[in-house]
């Protein structure tokens, strides 16, 4: 091939010291949106750009890199982006969460707690909490600012008034250390508890709105909600098919044209780790969905 | 001295002649054929058959010859091709449910009947230029696996059927044609989804990307992208049955948004529809987007952005209207032109024989002082 040579990791050292600026500054102020010169990637705006460039930025040849989407290593992003960085970067890629030193995701935090010194770095889509309530930057930077944080309350209340539930499944709104109300990216509600006082540094990467973010080791980190409508994290009716979890968050898949469906573990090396500790599938046929 | 007034009509045929020159370009580089365009830039000739609102490789490869690689002047030329071709009528349903699936994608499922077909797409190849392909390159045949006979009807159906989603409201009255009936507004959904399967593609991704950040949002999940062949039948009078005419390749997409609720109906699902000539699943995710975005009143929902107001979108979707009227600008305006040249000439005079009429009255009081 002709191609020209790339820098360790892609980007050149110029801009990995921009972005691990940015970082500093979000470690420092946990929760806050810090603005960076995002760069245009080798992968399309919304395939994980900030998250590669965080990762890119942080990557050193001794780390170990783990790449999930939805849970998997296996998914077609996830493995895209791991052959991204060993292409680039020549590090070790691991699908075993206790083995990463870096781990980025989409959508999930790995349901095997982490540890000190790992990175779990989050590609974020919209960063901004408040973005569904006010679209304007300008505005919403300036709620942030006064902790203006009202509005966000309405629109949970609002839900508990209309459904009796407060309707947000995924991107759970949090408040970081007591300060900056904080876009989970779309994680499901189930990962929410897992945010606070994690043992890994957390990092949030958002390239095409040129925003990162982080929570540092040990923060605190609350899900917003109400005294009389506590946070409530979400709980499966079923267990998974494969390994027997109930613990885990499950994948609905459809394997007929009649409707019949069957759950499985989303994080996958949870579900091989138990599979391959004899944790066993129950045998079981797959559920029928007919009239529910 | 520049006073074109007169050779009008010679300049244009010079212009033409130049034209048609630049566009062959230099002769030692070997002349375009038909399908070669067809084959090698083949989702362009599927943009200008959607857009230009005809199926016919081989017209659109011509019409993008012509129009130098231009997409649009492309889309222009077929339309006017097309406004000449008589309508003998409108054809049964076409069950994309039937499609003889070239790529299927759900983001909702992880697996399904059939399983994740990604096909030929680019998502997921990284954005390196190939520096190979500017040579000539021997590109080895792809592996082919037998086709899928697992039958999947759709996604969306299937949700319908445990009652997960709103049911798509079956019309028997007659499809609606805006290309022979002027549209009104409010417009029913036939004519909106007509309207935005030729609207822009530039135009749809920009309205469906604002719904994403902000300006009407509706939470979506691609429920099902599909790509692949689609039989076309049309119901012959004069046999009484229906009669196979060809297939098209189209690109479906069915968008899973944001569930509704009220006192007297169960939370569920809502839908976008997409449904584009070829393989564009970027423009028919941005119409499902956009469709499910002009459904905001219909469904009680609060509409004040952009992409959920119907005349808004609608009147600015198409690209062959949008170029002409920008365009027409460079269309002489010399007689408008000069009578807001004489008023603005005759204000200004005024103005200063204001000023100066106070400046004098200010000298003569201060002369009295």
Known sequence: MTAPVYNFAYLDEQTKRMIRRAILKAIAIPGYQVPFASREMPMPYGWGTGGVQVTASILGP??????????????????????????????????????????????RIPEKPLTEGQVLVYQVPIPEPLRFLEPRETETRRMHALSEYGLMHVKLYEDIARHGHIATTYAYPVKVAERYVMDPSPIPKFDNPKLSNCPALQLFGAGREKRIYAIPPYTQVASLDFEDHPFEPYRHDAQCELCGATDSYLDEVITDDNGSRMFVCSDTDYCEARRAMGDGARPSAATAEHGS | MYVAVKGGERAIENAHALLADVRRGDR??????????????????????????????????????????????????????????????????????AMTIRRRISAAFKDLPGGQVLGPTFDYTHRLLDHDLAECDDVATAPAAPAQTQPFRSVAELLARGGLIEEEKVSDGEVGDLTREPLSFPANRDLRLQNLARGDEGFLLALAYSTQRGYGRNHPFAGEIRYGEVAVEFFAEEIGFAVPLGSVALTECQSINQFTGSATQAPRFTRGYGLVFGQSERKAMSMALVDRALRARELGEEAGAPAQDEEFVLSHSDNVQATGFVEHLKLPHYVDFQSELGLLRKLRAEFFAREKSVEDDAAMQDAAE
Do not use: C, W
Not at chain 1, 73 to 79: I, R, S, V, Y
Not at chain 2, 40 to 52: H, I, N, Y
Not at chain 2, 78 to 85: C, E, M, P, V
């Open chain 1, 62 to 107: 001794e780390d170990v890199l783990k790449v999930i989407d939805q849970g998997s290593d296996d998914t077609t992003n996830a493995a895209s982006i791991r052959k991204f960085f060993s292409r680039t970067a020549g590090v070790r890629t691991t699908t075993s969460t206790q083995e990463a030193t870096v781990i980025q995701t989409r959508h």
């Open chain 2, 28 to 97: 030692s580089v070997p002349e375009l054929t038909l399908d070669q365009i067809d084959q090698q830039l083949a989702l362009g000739v599927d943009r200008v058959m959607s857009e230009g609102s005809l199926y016919d490789r081989e017209l659109a490869a011509l019409a993008i010859k012509q129009a130098r690689g231009d997409l649009i002047e492309a889309v222009f030329l077929l339309r006017a091709y097309r406004t000449t071709l008589p309508r003998f009528g409108v054809s049964e349903p076409m069950d994309t449910g």
